[in-house]
């Protein structure tokens, strides 16, 4: 839609009832993982990072291990997919492999094979588009840390700010975000911010889509910005309740407006007009 490839390349897929393509992923993973390619393995019907398979460079699994895990990846299931919207659900069954992005924290090649599936996970921007304009973008794993602006600046939330909407039970127990994924945020926003939010408005626009999330992995020097994935509002600020009520109230409005269902300015909308 935009003109150029905007994710990672996929190595090899396949879905799970096709025994031609299963066959050449087999061989994939094993070419792969023999080079020492840092690789990562996923469903492509799954989410959550679920039965995700992540294989660094240094991978201590024999050929008929590796395509033991290809095979589980082809039919995996997880309790928590159910709650996910049917569109996900309606996904064929089936893996693909994908070159490993740099990882939050540690490049990929500084991780052992012990470490936890949080480690590998890429810093990853959640950009909202309502209406083909950005709105902003939280951090997949620090959605109650920050908030960017639409104009790339970033909004620090402290416990003080987060007691304003969270049971003062929860306050203590957010996770911080490591200074050294906090500067990898704010380098790539200062190099890349008007490239990302002017790809993800075009993306939406280009379809016509009123409201659109894109997920952005950063970081990675070789790579640099990639999109994740293409998916709806969901989860975006579901956690801050404050900017949630916004966004909520913002494409609302735009809807009945749109709909002659609505006279109320938009300073009335922002400012919780007795209409809502």
């Known amino acids: 839609f935009v003109g150029e490839r905007l994710h990672l390349p996929i190595l090899a897929h396949a879905c799970a009832h096709d025994s031609v393509a299963v066959a050449s992923l087999h061989s994939s993973v094993v070419r792969h993982v023999a080079a020492k390619d840092p690789v990562v393995l996923k469903p492509r019907h799954g989410s959550n990072s ?14 008929a291990e590796l395509c033991d895990c290809v095979n589980k990846c082809l039919h995996a299931y997880d309790e928590s ?6 569109n996900q659900n309606a996904v064929p069954h089936g893996a693909l492999l994908q070159p490993m ?29 309502l209406f083909g304009e950005v709105v902003a973008g939280t951090l997949n794993t620090h959605s109650q840390v920050l ?14 700010a987060r007691a304003k909407w969270m049971p003062k039970s929860r306050v203590s127990r957010v996770g911080s975000l490591p200074r050294r994924a906090l500067d990898v945020l704010l380098s790539s926003l ?18 016509g889509l009123d409201e659109l999330r894109v997920d952005w992995l950063l970081g990675d020097e070789c790579w640099g910005p990639v999109v994740g994935e293409l998916t709806y509002m969901g989860t975006f600020a579901l956690a801050v309740r404050p900017m949630s009520l916004r966004l909520a ?19 009335e909308v922002g400012g919780h007009s007795n209409q809502w």
């Open 147 to 160: 908030w960017v602006t639409r104009d790339g600046c970033v909004q620090l939330w402290d416990e003080t």
């Open 249 to 267: 109230r913002a494409f609302a409005a735009s809807h009945l407006r749109r709909v002659g269902q609505l006279n109320a300015s938009v300073d």
């Open 101 to 129: 992005y740099r990882a939050m924290e540690l490049g990929s090649e500084e991780v052992t094979m012990e470490a936890s599936t949080l480690q590998f996970r890429p810093l990853e921007l959640k950009v909202q588009v």
């Open 190 to 207: 200062r190099v890349h911010w008007s490239r990302i939010r002017c790809l993800s408005e075009r993306l939406a626009r280009s379809v």
């Open 50 to 63: 679920k039965h995700v398979h992540l294989w660094p460079q240094l991978v201590n699994l024999s050929p």
């Open 81 to 86: 997919w159910r709650k996910e919207s049917w």
